[in-house]
Nanobody, 121 residues
Framework: QVQLVESGGGLVQPGGSLRLSCAAS????????IAWFRQTPGKEREFLAR????????YYADSVKGRFTISRDNAKNTVYLQMNSLKPEDTALYYC??????????????WGQGTQVTVSS
């Protein structure tokens, strides 16, 4: 089992920044990745970014490329999402997840409870 706890959400003005944290505990997989997703009511969960746990390789959705940065601290078992130039449309519940791949697709097996981000003046 893997436990994930997100933190760092809150209210921020447009153009501002936030850094989300995802603390992982329990069983880990060297081939796994941790990803960030977000969801707003009535919409599907949206993939944002992922980072490979062992190699640190990153991948971003086009919607956040250049504004969001995913990183990890292996010693703390924590993954971060630095979000800059935030827009009102970034308002959502942000989740982290742990997943594995068969080389073609990713399967996200473990999820945190989410942290709310609200971008508003």
């Amino acid at each position: 089992q893997v436990q994930l706890v997100e933190s760092g959400g809150g209210l921020v003005q447009p153009g501002g920044s936030l850094r989300l944290s995802c603390a992982a505990s329990g069983r880990t997989f060297s081939s796994a990745a941790i990803a960030w997703f977000r969801q707003t009511p009535g919409k599907e969960r949206e993939f944002l970014a992922r980072i490979r746990w062992s190699f640190g390789l990153t991948y971003y959705a086009d919607s956040v490329k250049g504004r969001f940065t995913i990183s990890r601290d292996n010693a703390k078992n924590t993954v971060y999402l630095q979000m800059n130039s935030l827009k009102p449309e970034d308002t959502a519940l942000y989740y982290c997840a742990v997943g594995t791949t068969d080389g073609t697709t990713w399967r996200w097996d473990y999820w945190g409870q989410g942290t709310q981000v609200t971008v508003s003046s």
